[in-house]
């Protein structure tokens, strides 16, 4: 069974810490994304990667940035976490080989980031 | 600027009549739509997509209709089941991009009364 694995289901920090939401799948696809969703405003992307040591900003990426050191991880760190960064964070991989296309993302089950 | 729309953040049904869940989009770029359904405290999981070169896709109760002209698309669940209470995020993709980047709506929480 495919499977995206995030870290830590919840985790509550204080202001100005340095948090790391990691992200691994075991499905070899070579895309990964981030997203934080917030009620009224669906889910929206921070950060995604097609490739080992390639990143992309998303919609969002302020306040965050991304690591992809291996295939399978993909990590999202808040340098200095804010009250507004307080929200669900979703993890999501995909492939395109093949030529197929279904632009299907396989997502974990969200890491609950609370900063006080 | 919002290129993904749902319009409503909530719908009730009775059990064993129809959804309808509608999705509208800006972006003339997009070439593929899907939907996902997401459950509290869980990720969300796909459902069902379709292909702009297609007007509809059908997967057993579930059905994706896609009008190109207007820019609308929408999932219709028949019959509705209670286990069907969740909320329906539209996305769209622009194909030919090598990412499967998908933007994503604001979500619409349907709430199926037994």
């Known amino acids: 069974d495919v499977k995206v694995t995030q870290s830590s289901r919840y985790l509550v920090k204080r202001t100005g810490e340095k948090v790391f939401l990691e992200c691994v799948q075991d499905?070899?696809?070579?895309?990964m994304f981030w997203y934080r969703q917030d009620p009224g405003l669906g889910l929206r992307l921070i950060y995604f990667s097609y490739d080992v040591k390639m990143k992309e900003k998303g919609d969002i990426p302020e306040g965050y940035s991304v690591s992809r050191e291996k295939k399978e991880r993909f990590s999202l760190i808040l340098e200095s976490a804010s009250t507004n960064q307080t929200s669900m964070y979703l993890c999501?991989?995909?492939?395109?080989?093949?030529?197929?296309?279904?632009?299907?993302?396989?997502f974990g089950e969200g890491s609950r980031l609370t900063v006080l | 600027d919002q290129q993904v729309k749902q319009n409503s953040p909530s719908l009730s049904v009775q059990e064993g009549r129809i959804s309808i869940l509608n999705c509208d989009y800006t972006n003339s770029m997009f070439d593929y739509f899907l939907w996902y359904k997401k459950y509290p405290a869980e990720g969300p999981t796909f459902l069902i997509s379709?292909?702009?070169?297609?007007d509809k896709n059908e997967d057993g109760r579930f059905t994706v209709f896609l009008n190109k002209s207007a820019k609308h698309l929408s999932l219709h669940i028949v019959p509705s089941q209670p286990g069907d209470s969740a909320v329906y995020f539209c996305?769209?993709?622009?194909?030919?991009?090598?990412?499967?980047?998908?933007?994503f709506g604001t979500g619409t929480l349907l709430a199926v009364q037994p």
């Open positions: 379709i292909s702009s070169i297609k």
């Open positions: 996305a769209a993709s622009a194909h030919g991009g090598a990412t499967n980047k998908l933007i």
């Open positions: 999501a991989s995909s492939t395109t080989e093949d030529r197929v296309y279904t632009g299907e993302l396989f």
């Open positions: 499905m070899d696809h070579e895309n």
